[in-house]
């Protein structure tokens, strides 16, 4: 997921929340604070709480577009379903192969150049069924 989508304002007359940007100023939308705001996510937005989407993305956003990590709209990204495909079937792939579990080694701290990613990398202990 890239940190944040940037648009440059070409058209003044599109207002946003009530006001008209110049045309030429360049607005950026950080994915990642949408990602962990408590008002669109509740309180536990910055727990790693996966099971909120067992009923899909448009149940837990209740519509809104609160979920970016392809971006939306007209430049949403064309490798999105690309990438799922492929993530998934990475991960399945590897797991009817091995368990794994976090490495003692491994050290908690994402960065994001480009896209989020441990800064440290992901130390993982993989087990052969
Ligand atoms: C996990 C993987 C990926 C993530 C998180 C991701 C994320 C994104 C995001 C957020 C945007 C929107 C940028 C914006 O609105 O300014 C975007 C655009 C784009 N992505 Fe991806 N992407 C991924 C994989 C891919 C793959 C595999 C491809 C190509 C096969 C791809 C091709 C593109 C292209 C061409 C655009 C520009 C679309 C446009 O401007 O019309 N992406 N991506």
Same mark, same amino acid.
């Given at each position: 997921?890239?940190?944040?989508? @940037?648009?440059?304002?070409?058209?003044?007359?599109?207002?946003?929340?009530? @006001? @008209?940007?110049?045309?030429?100023?360049?607005?950026?939308?950080?994915?990642?604070?949408?990602?962990?705001?408590?008002?669109?996510?509740?309180?536990?937005?910055?727990?790693?709480?996966?099971?909120?989407?067992?009923?899909?993305? @448009?149940?837990?956003?209740?519509?809104?577009?609160?979920?970016?990590p392809f971006g939306g709209g007209p430049q949403v990204c064309i490798g999105q379903n690309f990438a799922m495909i492929e993530a998934k079937l990475a991960l399945t792939l590897i797991l009817q192969h091995f368990t794994f579990e976090l490495s003692p080694s491994y050290a908690h701290a994402s960065s994001s150049i480009a896209s989020l990613r441990p800064q440290y990398g992901a130390h993982l202990i993989l087990h052969q069924h």
């Open positions: 997921m890239p940190y944040e989508v @940037s648009r440059q304002v070409r058209c003044p007359s599109r207002p946003i929340k009530g @006001s @008209s940007p110049l045309t030429g100023v360049e607005i950026s939308l950080p994915i990642l604070l949408v990602h962990h705001d408590e008002e669109l996510w509740g309180d536990d937005a910055k727990e790693f709480k996966p099971e909120k989407f067992a009923e899909g993305v @448009s149940k837990v956003t209740n519509g809104q577009l609160s979920y970016l």
